[in-house]
T-cell receptor, first 116, second 113 residues
Framework: GAVVSQHPSWVICKSGTSVKIECRSL??????MFWYRQFPKQSLMLMAT?????????EQGVEKDKFLINHASLTLSTLTVTSAHPEDSSFYIC????????????FGQGTRLTVV | DQQVKQNSPSLSVQEGRISILNCDYT??????FLWYKKYPAEGPTFLIS?????DKNEDGRFTVFLNKSAKHLSLHIVPSQPGDSAVYFC????????????FGTGTSLTVIP
């Protein structure tokens, strides 16, 4: 299947700093990328949907000023957690849907963020 | 509001037997459904999908059944293998509302050798 690369796979940062997570589709063009957050033993919660060249659509309850999403190209989307706090510690996963298909989405390997 | 639900958080099955994982949804606009398998600290891996025009899709040991009137889908794994032990998520999307996926809460499957 198609490959989505997410980087970094884990990061530890100090409270108050910002962290950027990258999501790249390696062998296909993705018009739409999704960002999810997973708390321990819970489901994947959709945070936002980003379309290339336009502003991201955030789910209710997700602070768009805190979680900045940029979808600069058809192969790259970034999530920046600004002024991170310990409660932002979580597992963040991106997924990308091919420009050729509205069906299956492919997932990155996830990023474990720990804010200390 | 959880639009996709998996009411069984865990399931244990003997190796070689059938595993049946269930998923219910509330949004009648959902028209595409998927099952993903996930190991801890990894991203989900796609398993199998079904569109709303079908009621069954089969791929090797994995079969997904869709009952639109009941808003219910299930994943059958036959025969179950120890390597199938993981968390399984069902997901649903609707073409008319942007195609984003909504996930169920997951079912942790343990296949006992």
């Amino acid at each position: 299947g198609a490959v989505v690369s997410q980087h970094p796979s884990w990061v530890i940062c100090k409270s108050g700093t910002s962290v950027k997570i990258e999501c790249r589709s390696l062998d296909f063009q993705a018009t739409t990328m999704f960002w999810y957050r997973q708390f321990p033993k819970q489901s994947l919660m959709l945070m936002a949907t980003s379309n290339e060249g336009s502003k991201a659509t955030y789910e209710q309850g997700v602070e768009k000023d805190k979680f900045l999403i940029n979808h600069a190209s058809l192969t790259l989307s970034t999530l920046t957690v600004t002024s991170a706090h310990p409660e932002d510690s979580s597992f963040y996963i991106c997924s990308a849907r091919s420009i050729d298909s509205w069906g299956e989405a492919f997932f990155g390997q996830g990023t474990r963020l720990t804010v200390v | 509001d959880q639009q996709v639900k998996q009411n069984s958080p865990s399931l244990s099955v003997q190796e070689g037997r059938i595993s049946i994982l269930n998923c219910d949804y509330t949004n009648s606009m959902f028209d595409y459904f998927l099952w993903y398998k996930k190991y801890p600290a990894e991203g989900p891996t796609f398993l199998i999908s079904i569109s709303s025009i079908k009621d069954k899709n089969e791929d090797g040991r994995f079969t997904v059944f869709l009952n639109k009137s009941a808003k219910h889908l299930s994943l059958h794994i036959v025969p179950s293998q120890p390597g199938d032990s993981a968390v399984y998520f069902c997901a649903a999307s609707a073409l008319q509302t942007g195609n984003q996926f909504y996930f169920g809460t997951g079912t942790s499957l343990t296949v006992i050798p």
